[in-house]
């Protein structure tokens, strides 16, 4: 199996920044993409920055030029940090796996989600 443990959530006030964080452990053979995503009570879990083994970075179009992604192949670690924060960025982020397992099995794997709260 595999998991993944998020950090980094927290209360922020507009304008402000944090960096999530997630590490990838268990039987990992290969990584294809991570990336992250978020979702609002009432809304669809959307992306909102992914990172692919070819090196191929996209963003949602909500966030290009406040949010960057990267990754730590090494550690099976990405990060997203996210600058000048608006309320609207509110929401549960997951972070997300595309994992080929030792055992050689392909799947999505998700994070337990961390909140981040962007308020005065």
Known sequence: QVQLVESGGGLVQPGGSLRLSCV???????IYAMGWYRQVPGKQRELVADSTSGGHINYADSVKGRFTISRDNAKN?????????????TA?????????????????????GTQVTVSS
């Open 24 to 30: 990838a452990s268990g039987s990992i053979f290969s």
């Open 77 to 89: 670690t990405v990060y997203l940090q996210m600058n000048s924060l608006k309320p609207e960025d």
């Open 92 to 112: 549960v982020y997951y972070c997300n796996a595309d994992v080929l397992s030792t055992g050689r099995s392909r799947t999505l794997s998700w994070g337990q």
